[in-house]
């Protein structure tokens, strides 16, 4: 687990190096569409709650349906109807609701490094890179990019 200020001074570092690549020349499509790839997973990564992962796991073990019964008894047709009808019905247990716990938004503090550059040349047309012409699958991508980076920065105290 990385400390607070660990995060705060390499996830702009980082951001501002990647967003400067993306718009270099020397980059073809696909390693473009990888920086935009990036940079959301680590959007995403970052307005994650710590435990969030652990929580998960939790829940999907306690939901597990118990084992049935696959012997058939010869008590009649309506007991073997009841039977396959019991073991085809899930129930869902009604235990005691987890209380949620406010986390702050790690990502916040961030966020603004990952979309201003993102935004800064977008439509900027060159020799090799035209995302407002034939390269429009970029921009494709970076808008929906720009929108897992607004939608990870929900909640947040700050604006970036």
């Known amino acids: 687990m990385a400390s607070r200020a660990t995060y705060q001074n390499i996830c702009p570092e980082v951001s501002r190096y990647l967003t400067s690549q993306f718009y270099e020349r020397n980059y073809n499509l696909s390693q473009r569409l990888d920086i ?4 959301g997973a680590a959007a995403q990564e970052l307005s994650q709650p710590v435990d969030s992962k652990q929580s998960m796991e939790q829940e999907r073990l306690s939901y597990k349906l118990a084992p049935t019964d696959s012997g058939h008894s010869s008590d009649g ?12 019905t899930r129930r869902f247990p009604k235990g005691a609701t987890k209380e949620v716990v406010a986390t702050k938004n790690r990502f916040g503090l961030v966020a603004g490094c990952f979309f201003y550059p993102l935004m800064a040349n977008f439509d900027r047309k060159e020799n090799t890179f035209d995302m407002m012409g034939e390269d429009s699958l970029i921009l494709a991508r970076l808008v929906y990019t720009l929108g897992v980076i607004i939608y990870a920065a929900i909640n947040t105290q700050q604006l970036f």
Do not use: T
């Open 36 to 39: 935009l790839e990036v940079l």
């Open 77 to 88: 047709w309506r007991e073997i109807v009841k039977q396959r009808v019991e073991s085809k």
